[in-house]
């Protein structure tokens, strides 16, 4: 496997494929903002802002890694949080993740 594919559901819920290369060294915060997608990530990637914040709509089809102690410590701040509720810049590119769904939150985009 060189690759993965997400899909990253758009305001009329149907699903915008993205294809991602293994072996990048990225987080998928800088995967999406790389591919246009203008996330605030405010703290740059160190668990701290939430403003990289994904809905993951089907993590029991992956097999994601579940959020470590200082991700989860931010999660429960946040008044979406229902469990689904994750990082970008704490999930890493790996096979992994291939098959993910996700919804960014339109209130951390920047316009
Ligand atoms: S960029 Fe700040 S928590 Fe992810």
């Not at 704490?90 to 096979?95: G, W």
Request: proline share 5%; aromatic share 4%.
């Amino acid at each position: 496997m060189s690759s993965i594919k997400i899909h990253i559901q758009q305001d009329d819920f149907s699903f915008q494929p993205m294809e991602i290369p293994l072996g990048i060294q990225l987080s998928l915060m800088d995967v999406l903002k790389g591919n246009g997608y203008p996330l605030e990530a405010i703290c740059g990637g160190m668990a701290l802002c939430a403003t990289c914040r994904v809905e993951v709509l089907n993590k029991d089809e992956v097999m994601i890694e579940g959020a470590d102690d200082p991700e989860m410590c931010v999660l429960e701040t946040l008044p979406c949080y229902t469990g689904n509720c994750r990082l970008s810049c704490q999930i890493h590119i790996s096979e992994k993740i291939d098959g993910l769904k996700i919804r960014i939150p339109a209130e951390i985009l920047v316009n």
